[in-house]
């Protein structure tokens, strides 16, 4: 079982940035994959990023460039760092784990999942 929490969410103005961060309890964090997802009003969870036990990420096209994901396996915490920030990018964002370790794209792939964390971006 892996439990995680998320924090770093709140308020912010169009153009600016946040550092979500999420921390892990449970089964050995270095061997999971980690991923972002984000669920806006009325629209269905949607893929950010990830990063895998090997470091490999994977972006969402439209925050490339202006959001970054990584890891610290010492912290047992993920990040997204956030830069550029719009309002289309409003919504929870959640933290996912997947056992296998290798980056994915899918909700499904994921095992767990945190509560998330909320982002408001005022224009």
């Known amino acids: 079982q892996v439990h995680l929490v998320e924090s770093g969410g709140g308020p912010v103005q169009a153009g600016g940035s946040l550092r979500l961060s999420c921390a892990a309890s449970?089964?050995?964090?270095?061997?999971?994959?980690m991923g972002w997802f984000r669920q806006a009003p009325g629209k269905e969870r949607e893929f950010v990023a990830s990063?895998?036990?090997?470091?490999?990420?994977l972006y969402e096209d439209s925050v490339k460039g202006r959001f970054t994901i990584s890891r610290d396996n010492a912290k047992n915490t993920v990040y997204l760092q956030m830069n550029s920030l719009k309002p289309v990018d409003m919504a929870v964002y959640y933290c996912?784990?997947?056992?296998?370790?290798?980056?994915?794209?899918?909700?499904?792939?994921?095992?767990?999942w945190g509560q998330g964390t909320r982002v408001t971006v005022s224009s």
């Open positions: 996912a784990a997947r056992a296998t370790g290798v980056s994915s794209r899918a909700p499904s792939e994921y095992d767990y």
């Open positions: 990063i895998g036990w090997s470091g490999v990420t």
């Open positions: 449970g089964r050995p964090f270095g061997t999971y994959a």
